[in-house]
């Protein structure tokens, strides 16, 4: 089976005492998260009427090179980092209709 390209949205909801370290910190994942095997983008937004939430916009070469990504020690520092302060995490995974 061919790798397939995945798109993953991912929506972070910061509790709104703790967003601008949310918003630090996921800044932080930008570069390290750049040069991995298989990043195509990957897009930080922070939403015009809620600035609690943001979203990451990314692209990866396939589903396998993006779980390799969710496991590398940056994704934990996070998650440590911000242990508390995210409300919630969605994350869905898509995959182009249409060029």
Same mark, same amino acid.
């Given at each position: +089976?061919?790798?397939? /390209?995945?798109?993953?949205?991912?929506?972070?909801?910061?509790?709104?005492?703790?967003?601008?370290?949310?918003?630090?910190?996921?800044?932080?994942?930008?570069?390290?998260?750049?040069?991995?095997?298989?990043?195509?983008?990957?897009?930080?937004?922070?939403?015009?009427?809620? /600035?609690?939430?943001?979203?990451?916009?990314?692209?990866?070469?396939?589903?396998?090179?993006?779980?390799?990504? +969710?496991?590398?020690?940056?994704?934990?520092?996070?998650?440590?980092?911000?242990?508390?302060?995210?409300?919630?995490?969605t994350l869905n995974e898509m995959t182009k209709i249409?060029?």
């Open positions: +089976m061919k790798n397939t /390209p995945l798109t993953i949205v991912a929506k972070i909801f910061a509790k709104e005492e703790k967003r601008e370290l949310v918003k630090s910190e996921l800044l932080k994942l930008i570069a390290a998260t750049k040069v991995e095997k298989g990043c195509i983008d990957y897009d930080l937004h922070q939403d015009n009427e809620d /600035p609690n939430v943001f979203l990451f916009f990314e692209n990866w070469e396939s589903r396998a090179l993006w779980q390799e990504h +969710m496991k590398n020690s940056h994704i934990a520092a996070f998650q440590k980092a911000t242990e508390g302060a995210v409300a919630s995490v249409v060029d």
